[in-house]
């Protein structure tokens, strides 16, 4: 049994292979419809957002599954005071495969452990966020054919955003890929994973403050929200929240395939006005994580179509 902690789980190999039948799913949904009949997904979201918990239950739907879960920690016996251990015995007891979003950093770890079933995280902490990357990277594999020779700019809350950890490991692992960091000095990078993943492999990036100083050099400009819920302190979050909005203008100098990303929900990071451009990605990004979590889903529970 497998379970997905975090991307690095996954060999380049595996990723690839994803990648194919995401495609394929994608080219041929009816061959899926019912490859995981009489399947059951539990989800079990102790952290609100919807978006990830509406993708994976959407993946399991449409590969012929059923679904239970739920998606807030209050509504869940966690509130009466039943700790995670027994939770995750008695779903793994109901369920073939869970998914799990947890405020913990390691929860799904501490999860895998109980569960009895492979178990997805869908998120932990300002952690990781696994599936999230294989969306990404099947979106940047759809927009570009290529998952090497690319310059990366990742622009926003870089200290508490999981989703950005997760894609620097998964990226770090192909060639010719440079990372441009654009963050304000209190949401920058965490430097152990420069150490870890950037560093100890002499992958370049840089560290910059403005994404005018770099937009032309960007093959994939990656936006992110400021983290709200996990500041100490409100004044620091509304100091911060707005201190990149990208805008039309902003996006003259850039390459003309640019790949403009987020991992969604977004609050003011991207104008609207540039949601009509072309090369604004992110609601295709959004739908392409359905199609990776159906793939994810049918290799986890080692189905074959
Ligand atoms: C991201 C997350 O939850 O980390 N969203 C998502 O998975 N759709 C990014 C975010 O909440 O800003």
């Given at each position: 049994?497998?379970?997905?902690?975090?991307?690095?789980?996954?060999?380049?190999?595996?990723?690839?292979?994803?990648?194919?039948?995401?495609?394929?799913?994608?080219?041929?949904?009816?061959?899926?419809?019912?490859?995981?009949?009489?399947?059951?997904?539990?989800?079990?979201?102790?952290?609100?957002?919807?978006?990830?918990?509406?993708?994976?239950?959407?993946?399991?739907?449409?590969?012929?599954?059923?679904?239970?879960?739920?998606?807030?920690?209050?509504?869940?016996?966690?509130a009466k005071g039943e700790s995670l251990a027994d939770?995750?015995?008695?779903?793994?007891?109901?369920?073939?495969?869970?998914?799990?979003?947890?405020?913990?950093?390691?929860?799904?770890?501490?999860?895998?452990?109980?569960?009895?079933?492979?178990?997805?995280?869908?998120?932990?902490?300002?952690?990781?966020?696994?599936?999230?990357?294989?969306?990404?990277?099947?979106?940047?594999?759809?927009?570009?054919?290529?998952?090497?020779?690319?310059?990366?700019?990742?622009?926003?809350?870089?200290?508490?955003?999981?989703?950005?950890?997760?894609?620097?490991?998964?990226?770090?692992?192909?060639?010719?890929?440079?990372?441009?960091?654009?963050?304000?000095?209190?949401?920058?990078?965490?430097?152990?994973?420069?150490?870890?993943?950037?560093?100890?492999r002499g992958i370049p990036y840089k560290e910059v403050?403005?994404?005018?100083?770099?937009?032309?050099?960007?093959?994939?400009?990656?936006?992110?929200?400021?983290?709200?819920?996990?500041?100490?302190?409100?004044?620091?979050?509304?100091?911060?929240?707005?201190?990149?909005?990208?805008?039309?203008?902003?996006?003259?100098?850039?390459?003309?395939?640019?790949?403009?990303?987020?991992?969604?929900?977004?609050?003011?990071?991207?104008?609207t006005a540039v949601d009509d451009d072309p090369r604004?990605?992110?609601?295709?990004?959004?739908?392409?994580?359905?199609?990776?979590?159906?793939?994810?889903?049918?290799?986890?529970?080692?189905?074959?179509?």
């Open positions: 049994m497998r379970n997905l902690m975090n991307i690095t789980d996954l060999t380049v190999e595996e990723i690839d292979e994803l990648i194919a039948v995401a495609e394929d799913i994608i080219a041929n949904p009816v061959k899926y419809q019912d490859a995981c009949n009489h399947k059951l997904l539990a989800t079990l979201f102790f952290e609100p957002p919807t978006r990830t918990r509406l993708s994976v239950e959407s993946a399991m739907h449409r590969l012929g599954g059923s679904v239970v879960g739920f998606s807030e920690a209050s509504s869940s016996s966690s939770t995750i015995k008695v779903v793994g007891g109901y369920a073939d495969i869970i998914a799990m979003r947890h405020p913990k950093e390691g929860a799904p770890v501490v999860a895998a452990r109980y569960a009895g079933v492979p178990v997805i995280n869908a998120g932990d902490g300002a952690h990781n966020h696994p599936t999230q990357t294989l969306t990404d990277l099947l979106t940047i594999w759809r927009a570009k054919k290529r998952l090497n020779n690319l310059t990366v700019g990742l622009c926003g809350d870089l200290k508490f955003g999981r989703t950005v950890h997760s894609l620097v490991g998964a990226m770090a692992r192909y060639t010719g890929i440079k990372f441009v960091f654009i963050a304000p000095e209190e949401l920058k990078f965490p430097r152990y994973i420069i150490e870890d993943e950037l560093d100890s403050s403005t994404m005018e100083e770099v937009m032309e050099e960007l093959d994939v400009l990656y936006m992110t929200r400021v983290q709200k819920e996990r500041f100490f302190n409100e004044a620091d979050y509304i100091r911060l929240k707005d201190t990149y909005i990208l805008t039309p203008e902003k996006l003259v100098p850039a390459k003309e395939d640019l790949t403009i990303m987020h991992p969604l929900p977004r609050v003011n990071e991207i104008s604004a990605w992110y609601f295709r990004q959004a739908k392409n994580g359905m199609f990776i979590r159906m793939a994810l889903i049918l290799k986890m529970l080692e189905v074959t179509v």
